[in-house]
């Protein structure tokens, strides 16, 4: 299993970055997958999750109207859109899969990418 994020970068605040996970080696359209990350000093926390078809979508409350979570099973990838980006974001972030997805993000994934990092300057 193969969990591949990409799409990180060194931004302004305000600005926009569209992360990819692209996943191998399971069968991705049956599992939901999560959005996680880890600021500096700070625990990994959940960012966002969605469910094997894209329909139910969960984010954490400091990034809800910001983020967007989205998936393309035929091409066996997971999206994270982060716009009106704010220095407070600046973390590595993981996508993670599979996993319960549900509105605690609270779940730990059975296995992880290798994490991109996000910077945003002020």
């Known amino acids: 299993v193969q969990l591949q994020a990409s799409g990180g970068g060194l931004v302004q605040a305000g600005g926009s970055l569209r992360l990819s996970c692209v996943v191998s080696g399971f069968p991705f359209r049956t599992y939901s997958i999560g959005w996680f990350r880890q600021a500096p000093g700070k625990e990994r926390e959940g960012v966002s999750c969605?469910?094997?078809?894209?329909?139910?979508?969960y984010y954490a409350d400091s990034v809800k109207g910001r983020f967007t979570i989205s998936r393309d099973n035929a091409k066996n990838t997971a999206y994270l859109q982060i716009d009106n980006l704010r220095p407070e974001d600046t973390a590595v972030y993981y996508c993670?899969?599979?996993?319960?997805?549900?509105?605690?993000?609270?779940?730990?994934?059975?296995?992880w990418g290798q994490g991109t990092q996000v910077t945003v300057s002020s």
């Open positions: 993670g899969a599979p996993l319960p997805c549900d509105s605690t993000l609270e779940y730990t994934p059975e296995h």
């Open positions: 969605i469910g094997s078809a894209g329909i139910r979508t």
